[in-house]
């Protein structure tokens, strides 16, 4: 399995930022996906989830509204497009195939940093 985030980078408040996660090792199209983030000096964080076929999302309620979680079965890649980020929005944010158990087992990417500052 291997999971590679992409997209991060310095964003002011107010900005978007699109990240991707180009997923290979495995039958991409029949896992349900998941953004997990984790701020400095924080522990994980769950973001995101999005079923195989992409019909139902999930977000944490600091995120409903200003994120959305997406995915293209035919290119392998998950997205999160992120809107009106904030500076509490800054963090390492994970690619992780399946669902989030709440630990970091499992597959996950290396993590793409989100910078939030003015």
């Known amino acids: 399995v291997q999971l590679v985030e992409s997209g991060g980078g310095l964003v002011q408040p107010g900005g978007s930022l699109r990240l991707s996660c180009a997923a290979s090792g495995f039958t991409f199209d029949v896992f349900a996906m998941t953004w997990v983030r984790q701020a400095p000096g924080k522990g994980l964080e769950w973001v995101s989830t999005?079923?195989?076929?992409?019909?139902?999302?999930y977000y944490a309620e600091p995120m409903k509204g200003r994120f959305t979680i997406s995915r293209n079965n035919a290119k392998n890649t998950l997205y999160l497009h992120m809107n009106s980020l904030k500076s509490e929005d800054t963090a390492v944010y994970y690619c992780v195939k399946g669902h989030y158990t709440g630990t970091s087992e499992g597959d996950w990417g290396q993590g793409t940093q989100v910078t939030v500052s003015s």
């Open positions: 999005i079923t195989w076929d992409g019909d139902t999302t």
